[in-house]
């Protein structure tokens, strides 16, 4: 009796991981094979590419590694934490809301239930600068592996530059 229980929790659980996906859905720029597998899909780099859901005229590219094989085939297997970042401004940058220091701007599941890559905000208000940073997490270990970048605030055509530390939620 105690194994349907606990197959029952660990399907609530996917069932839950599954559901906490973004309502932005990244946009897939390119893929790149780097290990070959005769008959299941190669070992691959995707690049995506995302806007901040809160600051106009700000979008980020990330690089990830995706397995290939059998498992990668079901999706059955935890990503590595390699992952590579850079945002700019694309735009004039126009704030939608306040927000706060290390605020997630995108989540994604790396593995079955307890993986995640995360890619969070926050503001050099001294310098003017959003600063996003992307790392994974697991519920029991994280990893170090991250990336930073940057994106200078600057004017766009006749608007002026907006003040990132104006928007920092105390």
């Known amino acids: 009796m105690r194994k349907p229980a606990a197959l029952l929790l660990a399907l609530a659980i996917a069932a839950v ?3 906490t996906a973004n309502a932005q859905e990244p946009d897939l720029i390119f893929r790149k094979s780097t290990v070959f597998k005769l008959l299941t899909p190669d070992h ?8 901040d859901p809160e600051v106009e005229g700000v979008a980020c590219h990330y690089t990830v590694p995706e397995k290939g094989g059998i498992g990668g085939m079901f999706n059955m297997v935890e990503e590595v934490s390699d992952i590579s970042l850079a945002c700019r401004q694309i735009g004039p940058v126009v704030f939608k809301k306040k927000f706060e220091q290390g605020d997630e701007v995108f989540r994604q599941r790396r593995s079955l ?10 503001c050099d208000a001294k310098r003017n600068v959003l600063v996003y940073l992307v ?9 170090p592996k991250n990336s930073t970048s940057t994106v200078p605030i ?3 055509g006749d608007q002026p530059a907006p003040r990132c530390g104006d928007w920092l939620d105390d």
């Open 113 to 122: 239930i307890f993986k995640k890559m995360r890619i969070v905000r926050g």
């Open 154 to 156: 600057m004017p766009w």
């Open 135 to 143: 790392y994974s997490d697991k519920i029991i270990e994280g990893s």
């Open 44 to 51: 691959k780099l995707a690049t995506y590419g995302i806007d």
């Open 17 to 19: 991981s599954f559901g």
